[in-house]
């Protein structure tokens, strides 16, 4: 090949690499340039904070850390909940690499007691309009207070303890740290407006949702926990919602105080049932397997001893109706006490205590059945014998042969062919009636002889 025609396809092949670098190169600056939109994870927690809840959340947190998220937040509503799931739940919070925000909505929404200490853990408390958090006082697990001295005390050093942590994360959140003590010690409460025109405030910005919020947020410098600072960047991020899991979703449901109480009711009418007729078994496993989900509900909501023995003396009521009659009275009373222990039953934390329409029409069918159930167990009782010797009397059966007085024949009962005497003869093929058994030889009668000694 001729030195010029080479040079020329040497030439040739360096211009097309050149232009494919010169492409790449443009392509690389035009991803620098409009790079990836920031990734921001969304979560809703709507009920009591318990273990579930718990679960829940500090799931989302270990998602967002592991996706390197920009920001995650919690659309949170609720009446409160326990402190050690509340806790659980901080210390997860404070230790994430994602800043987190929690936003007290829909507008009408709360967040009370346990939900008032997450909005002060948060990197960024928001609230939408409309909404109101607060009233942290711990609520004692018994359920109804008691006068005495030692029991005073220790709610005051609970309260104290509780308020001492609400003072801790609002200092280090730098909001108002009178406020946040005020909301465990004297159960305020506060609007949207009240908490951000405190000074300091309690929450960072009021937005109607997550929208909203993420445009107020971007470019804001948040300080985190640990106190280092971050500056947000939530323009046109792309939002991905997370959901509880069907198993967490099961298990939040059962420990709803609705469905602990009536969970209760029917594991104790399923035993009830099963005592009454032994061997029906479906009751007794289904009363069994109801009454071990009340007792796994009631873990996460506070019980009042009253109300739990209430329930049970209202059950005794309604069994002594069935073998004492009292004209309704004991009937009466065992339904009114199931109707009161089950609307103290969990306690007294506002805003989770069974709606007294449900609770009053379970205590009603409940009674209703037990008594029913009862009659109809008593009437059983009272119907006499259908099997055993006690049975065979009345009986009517017919002789084989014939009798003679003191002297053992045969008879036919219901297919059986029996021994049998008499105290008078009989013909061969009468009819006789059964008027006694002594050991294995029946003692009859003829009909005749049995209508002259009625009349």
């Known amino acids: 090949m001729p030195f010029r025609d080479a040079l020329g396809v040497v030439v040739r092949w360096l211009l097309g690499v050149g232009v494919v670098l010169t492409a790449a190169a443009g392509a690389l600056a035009a991803r620098a340039a409009d790079p990836a939109p920031p990734l921001v994870y969304a979560a809703e927690v709507d009920g009591i904070i318990q273990p579930v809840t718990a679960e829940f959340m500090v799931s989302a947190i270990d998602r967002a850390d592991a996706e390197r998220a920009s920001l995650l937040v919690f659309t949170l509503r609720t009446p409160g909940g326990l402190v050690d799931s509340t806790q659980t739940i901080v210390s997860r919070m404070i230790a994430a690499r994602t800043p987190i925000a929690i936003l007290v909505g829909p ?38 207070a008691s006068e005495s001295k030692p029991d005073e005390t220790m709610s005051k050093k609970v ?38 025109a405190a000074s300091p405030p309690l929450i960072d910005l009021v937005a109607t949702d997550i929208r909203d919020l993420l445009a107020k947020l971007d470019g804001t410098t948040v300080t985190r926990f640990d106190g280092r600072s971050v500056t947000l960047r939530t323009a046109n991020a792309r939002i991905v919602e997370m959901e509880m899991t069907r198993r967490q979703r099961i298990l939040s449901a059962i420990a709803h105080p609705q469905v602990a109480t009536l969970l209760l009711m029917l594991g104790t009418l399923g035993l009830t049932v099963e005592l009454w007729n032994p061997g029906a078994v479906l009751p007794g ?21 009253a109300g739990l023995l209430l329930i049970v003396f209202g059950i005794a009521l309604l069994i002594v109706e069935i073998k004492v009659p009292s ?36 205590a009603l069918a409940m009674g209703a059945i ?38 053992a024949t045969q008879v036919a009962v219901r297919g059986e ?6 105290d008078s003869p009989l013909a061969e093929g009468e009819t006789v009636t059964i008027v006694a058994v002594e050991g294995l030889t029946l003692r009859v009668a003829r009909d005749s002889e049995l209508a002259e000694g009625a009349s």
Do not use: K, Y
């Open 107 to 144: 507008s009408g929404a709360r967040a009370a007691s346990a939900g008032f200490i997450l909005v002060l853990a948060a990197d960024v408390a928001v609230m939408a309009p409309g909404t109101h958090m607060g009233a942290a006082h711990p609520v004692s697990a018994g359920g109804v």
């Open 370 to 407: 037990l008594l029913v159930l009862g009659r109809l167990a008593m009437r059983a009782h009272r119907q006499p014998a259908s099997t055993g010797v006690a049975a065979m009397i009345g009986l009517r059966g017919r002789a084989l042969a014939a009798f003679e007085p003191g002297r």
């Open 285 to 305: 496993v289904v009363g069994g397997f109801c009454l071990l989900l009340a007792f796994f509900a009631f873990q996460f909501v506070p019980v009042s001893t």
């Open 417 to 422: 062919i029996w021994n049998a005497t008499a």
């Open 159 to 196: 309260a104290s303890d509780l308020a001492a942590w609400a003072r801790s994360l609002a200092e280090r959140r730098r909001r108002n740290v009178t406020l946040a003590a005020e909301a465990v010690l004297d159960s305020r409460a506060f609007t949207d407006r009240e908490a951000l």
């Open 327 to 362: 004209f309704g009275v004991l009937g009466l009373g065992g339904i009114l006490s199931l109707v009161v222990g089950s609307l103290m039953l969990p306690g007294e934390v506002p805003g989770i205590a069974p709606r007294p329409a449900l609770v009053v029409s379970v």
